[in-house]
């Protein structure tokens, strides 16, 4: 396997008219291209297909993460815009009180003292700026959840050109989201349906979750020119003790651990370095370069990842550099819809 660390060596060529701006109508519509390690080939099939790729007593892994509107607009004092990106699901301190890390767009920088009005009563008193981030309490009056539902807006990638549409609810969240906590989706799983999943379940497979709260920095280029140099991004992964039993016990009857995206990827070897996956309640910054063995994670389901991105350096160390950039490229060239909103790959 190829186990080149030059930045470069991740980077290809793509028509920007390939970048989905636009979630299919039907999610399990999507196409799939199922990437056979062992024969180093790539065939085209429909998303809903993967069922006939899935066999009894196989594994599948979820992160249940659910994406929060964490877009805020509202107004200084003195009547200036400001826009709040909320980093994070808000940590309630108290009824009412609510503290949060955000990036911030203003016209003139934010200073600590400073109140943001937003909307539904909403209010952001900044407590501390530093390196471009400002540490603020949220004042609001209602669960927080259903307040930032109202009055946010969903933060989509910076490649969507567009602002949210009410479409985005829906669509911009998989179908088992369910722990609020994510800025951007874990969209490999965007693909899967209800229906799809109760086939999947029907044939003998079982269907576990883990919850990784997507930040920001997913988004996040590589810099250095060494990959290997490059400080991935710090976000909270949760796995239960049930969850944990399940995966390994599939592990030791030889079936296949199937993880849906590359945060389950990250959540499932961080949390199986020993072979065997742990409970866990703490941040992982875990950071997948080539060279990586493999211990929990036997094939996974993922969608077309940025150039120069971690994310395309994950799927190489699992893959092998050249037969990703083979596969990218006949999807380019084939009309596959790329990104976040875009088609899957299924690589066994």
Request: hydrophobic fraction near 40%.
């Amino acid at each position: 396997m190829d186990y080149s660390f030059n930045l470069d060596d991740y980077d290809y060529p793509l028509d920007p008219s390939l970048i989905a701006q636009y979630p299919v109508k039907d999610r399990e519509s999507s196409k799939l291209l199922v990437l056979d390690r062992a024969k180093a080939t790539f065939k085209d099939h429909n998303f809903k297909d993967i069922v006939d790729f899935l066999n009894p007593g196989d594994c599948l892994v979820l992160n249940d993460s659910r994406v929060f509107p964490a877009r805020l607009f509202g107004k200084k004092e003195t009547g200036g815009k400001v826009e709040l990106f909320l980093l994070h699901f808000p940590e309630e301190i108290d009824i009412g009180v609510a503290k949060v890390e955000c990036l911030f767009r203003a016209s003139k920088p934010l200073r600590p003292g400073m109140i943001v009005y937003c909307q539904q009563g909403i209010s952001a008193k900044v407590i501390e700026v530093k390196d471009g981030r400002a540490h603020i309490k949220l004042f609001y009056s209602g669960l927080l959840e259903e307040v930032l539902d109202k009055a946010a807006k969903v933060p989509l990638p910076p490649y969507i050109k567009r602002e949210e549409e009410e479409i985005d609810r829906k669509c911009y969240q998989t179908v088992y989201a369910k722990v609020p906590g994510s800025v951007a989706a874990p969209t490999a799983g965007l693909h899967f349906t209800t229906r799809l999943l109760e086939e999947i379940k029907n044939k003998g497979v079982k269907i576990v979750t883990v919850t990784l709260h997507v930040g920001y920095g997913t988004f996040a280029p590589i810099r250095d020119k060494d990959i290997r140099k490059h400080k991935i991004h710090s976000e909270w992964l949760w796995i239960s003790e049930e969850s944990a039993k399940a995966i390994n016990n599939v592990k030791s009857k030889s079936g296949r651990v199937i993880a849906v995206g590359t945060t389950s990827v990250r959540a499932l070897e961080a949390s199986g370095k020993s072979g065997k996956v742990l409970p866990y309640s703490n941040f992982c910054d875990l950071y997948i370069v080539p060279g990586h063995k493999f211990k929990i994670v036997d094939a996974m389901i993922t969608n077309f990842h940025l150039p120069k991105s971690s994310l395309i350096v994950l799927v190489s160390a699992f893959a092998g550099r050249e037969l990703i950039l083979k596969a990218y490229k006949h999807a380019a060239t084939s009309g596959y819809r790329f990104y976040s909103y875009g088609d899957a790959m299924f690589i066994i």
